[in-house]
């Protein structure tokens, strides 16, 4: 099982590196392998360490992405937001990544799917930040 992980954490790494990569196509399986991978087991330890990383990769595919780039990037940032659960560390995360989210929510030239998106993001990581509901 440890072997397992270890193999899980290199192919993350890989795809965390791919985020960074020319191609808009590569960006955007990147973004879907890692939500995968979000949506499907606990990595809190993994993703402790590589946050900001993380949170870097979120912004630039959202600021510089299309649509369905802009789409899986939102998705990627509420899981991580989930994974990291309440606390500092996702108040962090909210921190840098509200503002991208709300200027995409407010851009009408934007598509309606990352709009709708970014909106869904918003939400669920402010209700995951905020202390007093």
């Known amino acids: 099982e440890e072997a397992t992980q270890e193999d899980l954490e290199y192919k993350l ?9 020319k191609s808009a196509k590569t960006r955007q399986a990147a973004l879907e392998s890692l939500k995968s991978a979000f949506s499907s087991k606990i990595l809190y330890e993994f993703i402790m360490e590589r946050r900001m990383t993380l949170t870097d990769s979120i912004e630039r595919c959202i600021k510089k992405g299309k649509s369905d780039e802009q789409c899986a990037a939102a998705g990627l940032a509420c899981l991580l937001c989930v994974q990291m659960g309440s606390g500092i560390e996702s108040e962090e995360i909210f921190k840098t990544l509200g503002p991208v989210l709300k200027k995409i929510v407010c851009d009408g030239t934007a598509s309606i799917q990352a709009r709708q998106a970014c909106a869904t993001c918003l939400g669920i990581c402010c209700f995951i930040v905020t202390d007093d509901i």
Do not use: C
Request: charged share 35%; aromatic share 12%.
């Open 13 to 21: 790494k890989g795809f965390i590196d791919l985020t960074l990569d």
